[in-house]
């Protein structure tokens, strides 16, 4: 015969490090709130449902079956036989043929009936049985999925805290899918719920990392439809799961005489099992933008990549330069330094030539697929046509693209980002997806206008670049000016010192070295007044709205340059009329004392 005790979780770890009990060997049934302890001799022992028996361990549970597995204990050595149609796991691996078992093994009966296998006492050394929790059973059935945190990075000893909220939602969410599972098998719905890693190893446009979250995808085995749920969704179907599944299970006991189980049937809006179809986000492709910064054709062949890395499609496609009539651009217009095209009109196509290898249509013939791309500032998603039913299609979908004034943040963009590709599966029974036009700027030639500036800001930087190419005009008479002065100056000194060494006469000597010197001053306080007027020039020349600027800063940027404008004017104005005052003043006393007036 075999035993059973029931101990709380407060009671579960003190029993595993102090239980020194002489049975032969024993099973732990674990769950998260209580553990059930099975003790067992030697012979066979079956195990499920029916208990009529004396060697029989009755356990109840999604997807026990009447007689699910058989223990022998034979020569000290005990063996898990599962039976037909049963599913056992041991140590997170599904097994169909007899297994010896060895101490502390995990089993998993069903879709969720966890035991921990206790050996002889002779095996039982210092283990710390305390760490086979629930969780540890879950954490090694996602570790057998490919799923685990791994090891930290070089030089890291922590892991990734994304990874982490991913892993234990991961465990939370597996043993609620295996009964998922159990109840669509039950049913006979024909639905697979399988657990996936969003994001896992998809980038964004800059090459970093995507948030990560756990979905459920889920397939009908019958259709070939597929859903992609998240957690929130999933959990709340699963109540709506269980309330159909024990539904059923009454009817079935209140109907003795069924010997088949029949499929439940539903009305659509009440399937917990059913949702309409949606296009679905197969995976996504970069293609870096770096070429057309220097205008230098691009043609690749891409790897699509799905949420978790595996390979998807294979997509070529290409990066052309172009006129505005959509013409290929030469050698002769390449560029060596991409600054070139600051304030200049570019245009270029993104070609999409052929998608070989879809794996989404190997798996079922009446899909179809389209991609789907942003650019830049794009307010909307451009998507090609929808093709169908070809592993292999042939796109040939080309996009013009178009900037009439060439930004330094476009420029930046180029420069290092990518147009992220994402490749669309479609259904039957779901609606293509759509360019939805009506919020993007297009040329009536169906160019997609892109790096478009506010009118306001596009008149005033024109304003701006106006009032310096003026300033510099300026700028270049004032250095003509001052070159003459210069020369100007430097024959009076010469006629200065020819008077104080010769001389022409008392009235010469009097009148030359006065006149020649207040000239100078005059020279030398204009040249200090323009030192001033230069800086403020070099300030207007800097003054320059930021690239973030809204509306409201570019007002202000507007206001503070026409305050900046005229500072400068008036100083240079000023600077201006004091020299030809002082000019005028000085030739008016020479005169006066020379005697000579016109």
């Known amino acids: 015969m075999n035993h059973f005790n029931i101990m709380t979780d407060g009671d579960v770890c003190k029993w595993l490090h102090s239980n020194s009990s002489t049975y032969l060997w024993k099973l732990l049934h674990i769950s998260r709130n209580v553990l059930v ?83 002889y006492p002779s095996e039982r050394g210092g283990d710390d049985w305390s760490r086979y929790d629930y969780d540890y059973f879950q954490s090694e059935l996602a570790a057998a999925e490919g799923i685990h945190l791994g090891e930290p990075s070089t030089g890291s000893s922590q892991t990734d805290p994304s990874l982490l909220a991913v892993f234990y939602d991961c465990i939370k969410l597996m043993p609620m899918v295996a009964e998922a599972n159990q109840m ?8 697979d719920f399988k657990l996936e890693i969003k994001n896992l190893a998809l980038s964004d446009s800059k090459g970093h990392d ?7 995808k889920v397939t009908s085995k019958h259709s070939k439809q597929v859903w992609v749920w998240s957690k929130a969704k999933f959990v709340n ?64 062949q891409l790897e699509v990549l799905g949420s978790e890395g595996t390979e998807e499609a294979i997509l070529q496609a290409q990066l052309v330069p172009c006129t505005p009539t959509g013409l290929s651009l030469g050698e002769d217009d390449i560029l060596i330094d991409p600054s070139d095209l600051l304030g200049r009109r570019l245009d270029f196509q993104v070609v999409l030539d052929q998608c070989c290898g879809l794996r989404w249509i190997k798996e079922a013939r009446n899909r179809g697929v389209q991609i789907g791309f942003r650019l830049f500032d794009c307010s909307q998603p451009v998507y090609s046509p929808a093709l169908w039913h070809n592993i292999n299609p042939l796109l040939d979908h080309k996009v013009h693209f178009a900037s009439l004034q060439t930004s330094k943040h476009l420029l930046n963009y180029l420069q290092s980002s990518a147009v992220v590709l994402e490749l669309w599966g479609l259904q039957e029974g779901c609606s293509h997806l759509v360019s939805s036009l009506q ?26 670049l106006m009032s310096v190419k003026a300033l510099q005009q300026d700028l270049d008479e004032l250095k003509s000016v001052n070159a003459s002065l210069r020369k100007e100056n430097h024959i009076l000194r010469e006629k200065l010192n020819a008077a104080r060494t010769g001389g022409d006469g008392v009235r010469g000597r009097s009148v030359r070295p006065s006149c020649d010197a207040e000239f100078a001053r005059a020279l030398k306080v204009f040249y200090h007044s323009m030192t001033s007027v230069r800086g ?54 020479k005169r006066e004392r020379s005697g000579v007036w016109p």
């Not at 995507?210 to 459920?216: C, G």
């Not at 933008?289 to 691009?298: E, G, N």
Request: aromatic content about 6%; hydrophobic content about 35%.
């Open 37 to 119: 302890e099975f003790r067992c001799f030697l012979g066979e022992w079956d195990v499920g449902l029916c208990d009529s028996s004396p060697r029989s361990i009755s356990i109840k549970g999604l997807g026990i079956q009447e007689r699910h597995a058989v223990f022998k204990n034979e020569a000290r050595r005990v063996t898990l036989t599962p039976l037909a149609g049963s599913k056992v796991t041991v140590n997170g691996n599904v097994v169909s043929q007899p297994v010896e078992l060895q101490h502390l093994d995990r089993l998993i009966l069903g879709s969720n009936c966890t035991y921990l296998f206790v050996g």
């Open 184 to 191: 669509s098998q039950e049913l006979n719905k024909g639905v």
């Open 210 to 216: 995507l948030e990560k979250d756990i979905v459920v």
């Open 237 to 300: 179907r699963k109540f709506l799961m269980e309330d159909v599944y024990e539904q059923h299970q009454a009817e079935q006991c209140s109907d003795q005489g069924a010997t088949e189980p029949s499929a439940v049937t539903l009305p659509r809006d009440k399937d917990p099992f059913w949702d309409p179809v949606e296009p679905l986000l197969l995976g996504t492709a970069h293609l870096w933008l770096q070429s057309l910064a220097f205008r230098i054709p691009l043609q690749e």
């Open 439 to 464: 919020t993007m700027r297009m040329t009536p030639e169906s160019i997609f206008l892109i790096d478009e500036t506010d009118p306001f800001e596009t008149s005033a930087v024109s304003s701006e």
């Open 536 to 589: 403020q020039l070099q300030r207007l020349r800097r003054h320059r709205p930021s690239e973030e600027s809204d509306l409201l800063g570019l007002k202000l940027f507007v206001d503070e340059h026409r305050r900046l404008l005229r500072d400068f004017s008036e100083q240079m104005e000023e600077s201006v009329s004091t020299l030809k005052q002082d000019v005028a003043a000085i030739v008016r006393r």
